[in-house]
């Protein structure tokens, strides 16, 4: 039961351009939403992230959107550099009482190409 | 000192062998996880630990096990794995039972399993 789904595994986008990154989720409890990236042979490394009450949340390059009716947030990177090539994983928080409980989506592979 | 350290960062072993995974964080959180990651998969949640105390086991097998001896550091014990347990092992921190919460990720081992 894939409760965070990112349906495209893959993204190519020229420099300069805009990059645009999809997430689903199926699970109404989820309260904090996260976006990573990871490179190869390295942990994921937290970029921005967007709480249930709010709508947008910006940070230099990156942009979050969050549509809580349908479910579904988006990552927006402008201007999109070549070291913007990555995996990205969104990511869905849940507190419990026994702690933050956090559930990845599957990655889209971004390639910025020159 | 805005790191979380994992070590070692390969690890080869055979199913008789008994070995350790390190992780040590100095950001002052008081949660730290263990995550699994396979090829081509998100990270998945192993074991949560809140103020030092095991509070999240997502049913992993008895042949993992945790232990977090103070706040700055977290260990996984193996014993008598799988080769199927061959996978990323990442450690990641945040802050403890916080509604929006952060992680923050080790560089990962790399664990063979012969």
């Known amino acids: 039961d894939q409760q965070v789904k990112q349906n495209s595994p893959s993204l190519s986008v020229q420099e300069g351009r805009i990059s645009i990154l999809n997430c689903d989720y199926t699970n109404s409890m989820f309260d904090y939403f996260l976006w990573y990236k990871k490179y190869p042979a390295e942990g994921p490394t937290f970029l921005i992230s967007?709480?249930?009450?709010?709508d947008k949340n910006e940070d230099g390059r990156f942009t979050v959107f969050l549509n809580k009716s349908a479910k579904h947030l988006s990552l927006h990177i402008v201007p999109s550099q070549p070291g913007d090539s990555a995996v990205y994983f969104c990511a869905a928080s849940v507190l419990t009482g026994g702690g933050n409980k956090l559930t990845f989506g599957t990655g889209t592979q971004l390639k910025v190409e020159l | 000192d805005t790191e979380v350290t994992q070590t070692p960062k390969h690890l080869v072993m055979g199913m008789t062998n008994k070995k350790s995974l390190k992780c040590e964080q100095h950001?002052?959180?008081?949660?730290m996880y263990w995550y699994k990651q396979k090829a081509k998969k998100p990270p998945e949640l192993m074991f949560v630990y809140s103020y030092e105390k095991l509070s999240i086991n997502e049913s992993v097998p008895s042949r993992f096990s945790p232990e977090c001896p103070n706040s700055s550091l977290l260990n996984l014990h193996l014993h008598a794995l799988q080769p199927e347990d061959s996978a990323l092992y990442l450690c990641?921190?945040?802050?403890?039972?916080?509604?929006?919460?952060?992680?923050?990720f080790g560089p990962g081992t790399r664990l063979t399993v012969l």
């Open positions: 967007i709480s249930s009450i709010k």
């Open positions: 990641a921190s945040g802050p403890a039972l916080a509604l929006y919460n952060e992680q923050f």
């Open positions: 950001m002052g959180h008081r949660a």
